[in-house]
């Protein structure tokens, strides 16, 4: 059977992500299936306005399924530092993209009587500000959990051939070497 690489509670983050991802990518959709109805004239507009959410969103998506494939082999110990850089990244554009569907959600109450315009739309842009929240707060527990070495196995070189560790040292030599500078014996006495 195959060793898990990662610690269990690290395996349900990485689930967690994925009904998250769930959450987020229905409401984009919904949210960009109300813009192109909308504006029927202007769908370049609507592909423009939600372009770097849809590319977050399927970023996420794609690091969250790498990392569950990787999570039983030794891929995921060595791809642990690139795991961290990725998961910054798409968690930086996760914020914007919560940021802009939480504004999107309060600029549609009617200021003369404080009444929404329409529940269709809010509820998409909740869904999708919940979702890109989730998937912020689940990304900084991986931040956490991968970044700690709570993934990473006691000795993480155990299951490579013998290979050093890459920041050991091999010399060519083997002579002794000679120890000019013996270690103190002085002991303060007013201690």
């Given at each position: 059977?195959?060793?898990?690489?990662?610690?269990?509670?690290?395996?349900?983050?990485?689930?967690f992500?994925?009904?998250?991802?769930?959450?987020?990518?229905?409401?984009?959709?919904?949210?960009?299936?109300?813009?192109?109805?909308?504006?029927?004239?202007?769908?370049?507009?609507?592909?423009?306005?939600?372009?770097?959410?849809?590319?977050?969103?399927?970023?996420?998506f794609?690091?969250?399924?790498?990392?569950?494939?990787?999570?039983?082999?030794v891929?995921?110990?060595?791809?642990?530092?690139?795991?961290?850089?990725?998961?910054?990244?798409?968690?930086?554009?996760?914020?914007?993209?919560a940021?802009?569907?939480?504004?999107?959600?309060?600029?549609?109450?009617?200021?003369?009587?404080g009444?929404?315009?329409?529940?269709?739309?809010?509820?998409?842009?909740?869904?999708?500000?919940?979702?890109?929240?989730?998937?912020?707060?689940?990304?900084?527990?991986?931040?956490?959990?991968?970044?700690?070495?709570?993934?990473?196995?006691?000795n993480?070189?155990?299951?490579?051939?013998?290979?050093?560790?890459?920041?050991?040292?091999?010399?060519?030599s083997?002579?002794?070497?000679?120890?000019?500078?013996?270690?103190?014996?002085?002991?303060?006495?007013?201690?």
């Amino acid at each position: 059977m195959a060793r898990l690489h990662i610690h269990p509670v690290g395996l349900f983050l990485l689930f967690f992500g994925l009904l998250s991802w769930v959450v987020a990518l229905g409401g984009l959709g919904a949210s960009t299936k109300d813009c192109t109805e909308r504006a029927k004239s202007k769908a370049a507009s609507c592909a423009n306005t939600y372009q770097l959410e849809w590319w977050s969103i399927w970023f996420e998506f794609i690091l969250l399924v790498i990392m569950i494939l990787t999570c039983f082999t030794v891929a995921f110990d060595r791809a642990r530092h690139i795991f961290l850089t990725y998961l910054g990244m798409v968690t930086v554009l996760l914020t914007i993209m919560a940021r802009n569907f939480i504004t999107n959600s309060f600029t549609l109450i009617n200021q003369a009587d404080g009444k929404l315009f329409g529940t269709y739309r809010t509820d998409a842009y909740s869904a999708a500000a919940a979702g890109a929240v989730l998937l912020c707060i689940t990304n900084f527990a991986l931040i956490i959990f991968v970044g700690l070495g709570a993934a990473a196995p006691a000795n993480p070189y155990a299951s490579l051939s013998n290979t050093p560790a890459p920041a050991s040292l091999q010399t060519g030599s083997t002579a002794p070497v000679e120890q000019k500078y013996q270690p103190s014996t002085y002991q303060p006495s007013n201690f």
